[in-house]
């Protein structure tokens, strides 16, 4: 008799606190998430966006992230960018053009069966430069190139 | 009918993945030409894709993505009957899935 009720108590015990434990777990990243979109995705100078992407961490420049994009595009509504890297370890990609009034375009996080390629195509308001970030085990490494836009994308 | 269209193509031992999403992607600074108001912003924030259930791409994005969003990946290996799908998700909070199996 006890045995049964001991039993019954530790499962009650344990389904009602399982649930609990996992809404609390689903809900903190998806307020977390939100915030993060509000921050990154603000509209601002580059300067801000890159604080509060990558805080104060040190980019360096490197010569083996290759971005393929049009130096002079003519309809900024479609700029068809390709970013490669041979760096070892790439986590995420983020792709900023310096004069949007949203400087961060997309962020892409890739996992380890990804090779760091990524192709899309970018809005540009004005001509300016596009940067590449990359996030790797060993650190931030960027890449620039500028753009010629001759019709802005953003506003007619 | 999706709005996701998914390509894939062999390339040595690779497998290039191609996306094209059919999405107006509205900053919310463009005005419409007939009522002069501003159209609200509408576009993709959050872009996923799994193969064979595993997440291997999670992408946020704004408005500064061009209309009817185009993407490619590459992913090392990839088997015939490999299941890649694609999931994304608006500031509007509408949402589509389109699943595509290898060849």
Not at chain 1, 92 to 118: G, M, Y
Not at chain 2, 49 to 75: E, R, T, W
């Amino acid at each position: 008799m006890t045995e049964t009720r001991r039993s019954f108590i530790k499962k009650a015990l344990t389904f009602s606190t399982y649930p609990l434990a996992s809404s609390l777990g689903w809900l903190a990243p998806f307020s977390v998430f939100a915030k993060w979109q509000a921050e990154n995705f603000k509209q601002g100078p580059l300067e801000d966006t890159l604080k509060h992407l990558f805080k104060d961490q040190k980019i360096t420049d490197s010569k083996d992230i290759a971005i393929k994009i049009p130096t002079i595009a003519e309809n900024g509504a479609v700029v068809p960018i390709t970013v490669s890297s041979t760096l070892p370890d790439v986590r995420t990609v983020s792709i900023l053009v310096a004069k949007n009034p949203v400087p961060l375009a997309a962020r892409f996080e890739l996992s380890p069966e990804l090779d760091p390629f990524i192709s899309a195509r970018l809005k540009m308001a004005e001509t300016s430069e596009v940067i590449v970030i990359t996030e790797t085990g060993s650190g931030l490494y960027s890449a620039r190139q500028l753009v010629k836009v001759t019709i802005g994308g953003c506003g007619g | 009918m999706s709005s996701i269209k998914i390509r894939a193509k062999r390339i040595d031992d690779k497998t290039q993945i191609r996306m094209l999403i059919t999405h107006p992607m509205e900053t919310g600074r463009n005005k419409d030409p007939k009522t002069n108001q501003l159209i609200p912003a509408h576009h993709i924030q959050e872009l996923t894709l799994s193969h064979n259930g595993k997440v291997i791409v999670n992408c946020q994005m704004g408005a500064s993505i061009s209309k009817d969003p185009y993407f490619a990946f590459m992913l090392k290996g990839g088997e015939p009957g490999d299941k890649i799908k694609i999931e994304w998700l608006d500031n509007l909070a509408n949402k589509d899935s389109e699943e595509h199996v290898l060849k």
